[in-house]
């Protein structure tokens, strides 16, 4: 059946709209919230309750994860191209529901370590969501809904971690099964429901698979203008993020002994932080400074976000740097507003591929970056007395994407806009 015929039943096929793959967002962002309090404690129970064991457990499990987003993005991008967004989104929240149902009945680490690779493999409803917004959203309008995309985050913040805190409390695994609920009505969803935002006429002919792979798709962002030093900044600024998953729960379990009730609430005012920003203040703001305003802005005031964090002596005082934290939500909508711009509508899964792979390697650096500067920093507190270290490390990350941002942020004419 082609693209624009009509289904057998005669009933003309539902609009791609905005709202769709929000909705598919929102439950995706949710389910994946509830694990982010409990896994690492699980982890931490397989290894006989040493923080220092886990961190370095958790790092293999994450730099695995990263590198097989590095691996499999490019190919999955060039799959939304060629058959659409709606089939490589239903694959990646099936492969989410495995993964989960391994977390729930994981009888040893072997198994986690199982799961997570199979999730890796497919992971890419985000990506391919962004791609969805650049089919059906105008460019200059992009950026706003980029950001209210972003804001499914902070609704899952809000929601996920705060269910898998209570849940944790009774068990460890009943978040997991709870979230691998989720991942399955969410997947009825994407099958029953959602609508194909990419019509057959602007998908593109076959599959080029000397792109398929991590080296072509870094070579298809160096054939587009300054498309790289933008993804650059993006790098930095997925590289600098990694440091929260890694160590969050063992940072602030160890230095302001947080327990799992707490951090749902801590969730919870992040992700009300974070909606505020990219639901209602992205628009605005971008609309008044640019995408490229918004990007600086987003990088430099995290930098400072960061610092709160590493430096915070109690845990009330860290909670003082959330609001201030949120502020790096303008950056991605300014930055993905002005990397869509610089392709056309047939390479948007592409793009978004190159971006999952540059995810993917930062997932794969950023584990062992953070995760062994944590261990080493609370196993050398006679030397060097400072648990933050991990964390004052992204924000010179984050502080190098703002000067790069500088140079590379640079607005695009229509006509590059549109090219294929």
Not at 208 to 225: D, V, Y
Request: hydrophobic residues 50%; positive net charge.
């Amino acid at each position: 059946m082609s693209e624009t015929s009509p289904p057998p039943s005669g009933r003309k096929p539902r609009a791609a709209a905005f709202g769709f793959v929000f909705a598919t967002a929102l439950m995706n962002a949710v389910s994946f919230g509830i694990m982010i309090p409990i896994l690492p404690n699980l982890i931490k129970q397989f290894v006989g309750g040493d923080t220092a064991s886990a961190s370095e457990w958790n790092v293999l499990f994450a730099t695995t994860w990263g590198v097989m987003q590095f691996l499999c993005g490019p190919v999955l991008g060039m799959l939304s191209d060629r058959f659409g967004r709606r089939p490589v989104m239903l694959i990646s929240i099936f492969g989410l529901f495995v993964d989960f149902l391994f977390m729930a009945f994981a009888p040893s680490l072997a198994w986690l370590y199982v799961g997570r690779i199979l999730n890796g493999v497919t992971a890419s409803s985000f990506s391919t969501a962004n791609a969805y917004v650049a089919d059906i959203t105008p460019p200059e309008q992009r950026a706003r809904n980029f950001g209210i995309m972003g804001s499914a985050f902070g609704f899952g913040f809000i929601i996920g971690p705060s269910i898998g805190g209570v849940l944790g409390d009774i068990s460890l695994r009943l978040p997991f099964m709870v979230a691998a609920g989720l991942c399955l009505i969410n997947w009825l969803y994407g099958l029953f429901v959602l609508p194909e935002s990419l019509t057959a006429e602007r998908r593109t002919g076959a599959i080029n698979w000397r792109r398929a792979n991590p080296l072509g798709s870094l070579a298809f962002l160096r054939e587009r203008g300054n498309l790289f030093g933008l993804a650059g900044v993006g790098f930095l600024f997925q590289l600098a993020q990694t440091v929260l998953p890694t160590i969050f729960v063992l940072y602030t379990g160890y230095r302001y002994g947080w327990k799992p009730g707490i951090l749902g609430l801590t969730f919870a005012a992040s992700g009300v932080s974070m909606i505020t920003v990219q639901m209602f203040l992205v628009g605005p703001v971008v609309k008044r400074i640019g995408e490229r305003g918004a990007v600086l802005v987003g990088s430099g005031i995290g930098a400072i976000g960061f610092v709160i964090y590493a430096l915070a002596p109690s845990g009330l005082v860290y909670l003082t740097g959330i609001p201030v934290f949120a502020m790096m939500g303008f950056l991605q909508p300014g930055l993905m507003g002005l990397m869509s711009r610089r392709v056309g509508p047939q390479h948007q899964g592409q793009l978004q591929g190159a971006n999952q792979s540059l995810q993917g390697i930062a997932s794969v650096i950023g584990p062992p970056l953070f995760g062994l500067t944590f261990a080493w920093s609370i196993r050398h507190q006679a030397s060097l007395h400072m648990p933050g270290l991990a964390i004052l490390i992204s924000a010179g990350l984050l502080a190098l994407a703002f000067c790069l941002a500088l140079r590379v942020a640079t607005p695009v004419t229509a006509p590059l806009a549109m090219a294929a």
